[in-house]
């Protein structure tokens, strides 16, 4: 296989939807659905569902195919490190923060990445969910080059908080 490397994915491109194997098809929609807030768009009889934001046919996919009752993947295995939902406004997230908070739903960290801030949490199959949103274009930080300058800080929570606490 010839690799052009002049050759770049279009910018447009999105990452669609992810599938995850999962033990449980009920709990998983329980914390995807009735958590997260996602919609239940179709089922593939009692193996399979597909779930969305705003009406897409799915975000994610989840499947009991060749998982079902099956412990969490091992830490530290290859495989997937996150899948991350993004949502559209620092509110957004902080009102998950608080649908969290008000669940007794754990986070197993929160971060400020200077592009983005963001909430990490496991869904009940251990696989990791970060919930962000990215800060504007305007405001990432650059280094003296023009890249970018990513980091992790902790993200202050109760500042996020605040951002419906002020309605």
């Not at 194997?21 to 009692?46: I, M, N, P, W």
Request: proline content about 5%; aromatic content about 10%; charged content about 20%.
């Amino acid at each position: 296989m010839s690799a052009d490397t002049n050759y770049k994915i279009p910018s447009h491109t999105r990452i669609g939807h992810v599938h995850l194997k999962v033990a449980d098809l009920q709990r998983s929609l329980d914390f995807y659905c009735g958590l997260l807030g996602f919609e239940l768009t179709s089922r593939y009889g009692t193996e399979a569902a597909f779930i969305s934001a705003g009406g897409y046919h799915h975000h994610i996919g989840l499947n009991i195919w060749f998982s079902k009752n099956a412990p969490p993947a091992q830490n530290n295995s290859v495989g997937l490190f996150h899948t991350a939902i993004l949502y559209p406004t620092r509110k957004d997230l902080a009102i998950i923060l608080d649908r969290l908070r008000a669940h007794d739903y754990p986070l197993t960290g929160a971060a400020d990445h200077g592009v983005s801030e963001a909430l990490y949490l496991d869904d009940p199959d251990k696989n990791g969910v970060e919930l962000y949103w990215d800060k504007p274009i305007v405001l990432w930080p650059k280094n003296e080059d023009g890249s970018l300058e990513m980091f992790t800080k902790p993200l202050n929570l109760e500042g996020l908080i605040s951002e419906i606490q002020n309605d």
